[in-house]
């Protein structure tokens, strides 16, 4: 059983920057693809971005293509979400996952495990 634990979210001015960190303990982190959704009220989860198990590859969903970064230390099996360049509509709760998915996964359904979500709000 993986457990998950993000931190990081807050309040920031349009145009700032934040760093969301997600710890995993209780499974092989290298193993895992790592992904990042997000929810905002009223709306469905989305899928944000992923990075893959080795070599550090990844793949983002179009509306923060050139702003987010996905990074992961496997040794201290803890990925991250720089996101730089924030809008209002990036506001959400950013939750964390781990698929042990053998292709990359963009589906929430593909994730095996989540976090509890940290909180990101962006005024204009």
């Known amino acids: 059983q993986v457990q998950l634990v993000e931190s990081g979210g807050g309040l920031v001015q349009a145009g700032g920057s934040l760093r969301l960190s997600c710890a995993a303990s209780?499974?092989?982190?290298?193993?895992?693809?790592m992904g990042w959704f997000r929810q905002a009220p009223g709306k469905e989860r989305e899928f944000v971005g992923i990075?893959?198990?080795?070599?550090?590859?990844?793949y983002y969903a179009d509306a923060v293509k050139g702003r987010f970064t996905i990074s992961r230390d496997n040794a201290k099996n803890t990925v991250y979400l720089q996101m730089n360049s924030l809008k209002p509509e990036d506001t959400a709760v950013y939750y964390c996952?781990?698929?042990?998915?053998?292709?990359?996964?963009?589906?929430?359904?593909?994730?095996?495990?989540w976090g509890q979500g940290t909180q990101v709000t962006v005024s204009s």
């Open positions: 990075i893959y198990r080795i070599g550090g590859s990844t």
């Open positions: 209780g499974g092989t982190f290298s193993s895992y693809y």
């Open positions: 996952a781990a698929s042990t998915s053998i292709v990359v996964a963009t589906r929430s359904s593909e994730y095996n495990y």
